[in-house]
């Protein structure tokens, strides 16, 4: 052992080893393992940038027709693969979110309105005793903020130590995985989406029934 790096922040990867390929090599010769003598890729450097293509054209050409055909390519072409894979990855998870939220919204929606229809008694006995439609308006809207808020509390809290789950157990697919304040204030935001969206048809009818409506439901 050489040494051990660390990482200058937290989105360093540290899951690296680097290591000398005859010693490995020797050892799966020992073990009878049949990746012995094989290769992944190789890195081949170049004095000049504008030789990348020729270079690369020039290995692929002498490797053509043998049992290891080989695929060429500088190294930003190569990172930029991984990042055109996880982008897809990414914009799957992106969809079933949006879909999630509109569910959301339409379960929350159909909370608030059964909750409005069940009290339209005690919103018209509001009004009567004095309250008006602003104060009934606040009662139906804040309820709607509360459930969606405490929502989102809930789903923050337990959203780190899911991070660090899923980064433990997929770490050599995404060895760097972290929750991002954007993120936190997206979800906010989403929550105060879902309040505003379940919350302001309901806020609507309970404002504006009338006394002897309401109490006649009540009768």
Known sequence: MRGIYVGRDHTIDETQFLFHW???NEALKIMGHGWADQTNFYIVGVKRPDYAATVSDTIDRMFKNSYAKTITE????????????????????QVVSFVVIVIIMAVAANTMAM??????????TLKSLGFGPRHIATLVFGESAV?????????????YPAAEIFRKELGHFFPVFNVETGTIVFALLAAL??????????????AGIGIADGLRRMG
């Open 22 to 24: 005859d010693y490995l």
């Open 147 to 159: 459930i969606s808020l405490s929502g989102y509390a809930l789903g923050i809290a337990l959203t």
């Open 193 to 206: 989406a879902v309040a505003i969206t379940a919350g302001i048809v309901p806020t609507i009818r309970a």
């Open 74 to 93: 500088t190294e930003k072409a190569f990172q930029l693969g991984f990042v055109a894979m996880t982008s897809a990855i990414v914009s799957v998870i």
């Open 115 to 124: 909750t409005t229809r069940e009290r339209i008694g005690e919103y018209a």
